[in-house]
């Protein structure tokens, strides 16, 4: 256990709904990135937060945004969605941006019907 | 978009032989990690080694870094079944040439299959 957690693990919504995923940082981390993993495929990097501001993006459109809290959790949201946003979303945390090691959480699976 | 490939994609041995995974990456890099994922869920932290180090050992790892040919390979000597997963090389591209930023570029992942 990394001591980063998700929630909740799965969910199925329906094509133009909103998302918002949650991610609990390990405690002492000040970093978190997101990650989108489609199936069969590697993470792809969406964004990072640290210390409550966006330090850097993939190439996400902006209906992609997230948020950082004052205790380092963090919010990945998704407007308007579509089916190919279906895939497994991980969080990671790390002690800085700096860091040579991020945990990663156990993801949650969206499912978009 | 991913950083490069990795290869073979899926692999299938026998518990006590050796797994080899390659990966190949197109731009520099500050570092190269490899992680391991089991069942589609959470990402494992196995290795990291430096652009200016081309060898690295942790227990049954191996990693080679070779930034000429922008290639790292994986070596898990005397497999088990547990060693049943996705292993997927990432890199760091480095903050202005030097420095790790944590944006991590990962590649397509090799499937691994320890049969007993």
């Known amino acids: 256990e990394t001591g980063v957690t998700q929630s909740p693990t799965h969910l199925i919504k329906t094509r133009g709904q909103q998302v918002t995923l949650r991610c609990s940082s390990q405690s002492g981390h000040n970093t978190v990135s997101w990650y989108q993993q489609a199936l069969g495929q590697g993470p792809q990097f969406i964004f990072q937060y640290y210390r409550e501001e966006e330090n850097g993006r993939g190439n996400f459109p902006p209906r992609f945004s997230g948020l950082q809290f004052p205790n380092y959790s963090s919010e990945l949201n998704v407007n308007a969605l579509e089916l190919d946003d279906s895939a497994l979303y991980l969080c990671a945390s790390s002690f800085w941006t700096g860091a040579t090691e991020a945990f990663f959480g156990q993801g949650t699976r969206l499912t978009v019907v | 978009s991913q950083q490069g490939e990795e290869d073979p994609q899926a692999l299938s041995i026998q518990e006590g032989e050796n797994a080899t995974m390659n990966c190949s990456y197109k731009?520099?890099?500050?570092?190269l990690q490899w992680y391991r994922q089991n069942s589609g869920r959470g990402l494992v932290h196995l290795i990291l080694?430096?652009?200016?180090?081309r060898e690295k050992h942790s227990g049954r790892l191996r990693v080679t870094l070779d930034t000429s040919k922008k290639s790292s390979s994986l070596l898990i000597t005397a497999s088990r079944a547990a060693d049943t997963a996705s292993y997927f090389c990432?890199?760091?591209?480095?903050?202005?040439?030097?420095?790790?930023?944590?944006?991590?570029?990962f590649g397509q992942g090799t499937t691994l299959q320890v049969k007993p």
């Open positions: 080694i430096r652009s200016n180090e």
């Open positions: 990432a890199t760091d591209p480095g903050y202005y040439g030097s420095g790790n930023t944590g944006k991590l570029i």
């Open positions: 731009t520099s890099i500050n570092n």
